[in-house]
């Protein structure tokens, strides 16, 4: 990573963890400005054993008063193993 991309990383205040609910939850340091677009890598700890197309959903919850969250889904082909 070159030092002009450390000015970019946004901190984390907390990562969580729910296995049985198959969740992360990421805490940001400070408050992300509407508009910016940033990129979270997650890897897996091992590979899925069979094919197919999985489907993962991303919820952002704003603080403040007024929350009106926002979600998306994301899917992910692995047919070709």
Do not use: C
């Amino acid at each position: 990573m070159s030092q002009s991309d450390l000015s970019h990383i946004i901190s984390l205040e907390a990562v969580n963890m729910a296995r049985e609910k198959q969740e992360i939850e990421l805490i940001f340091e400070k408050p992300i400005s509407a508009g910016t677009t940033f990129t979270i890598g997650i890897v897996p700890q091992k590979n899925s054993r069979y094919a197919g197309v999985y489907l993962f959903g991303v919820t952002a919850f704003p603080r403040g008063e007024n929350l009106q969250m926002q979600h998306e889904n994301i899917t992910v082909d692995n047919q070709n193993r």
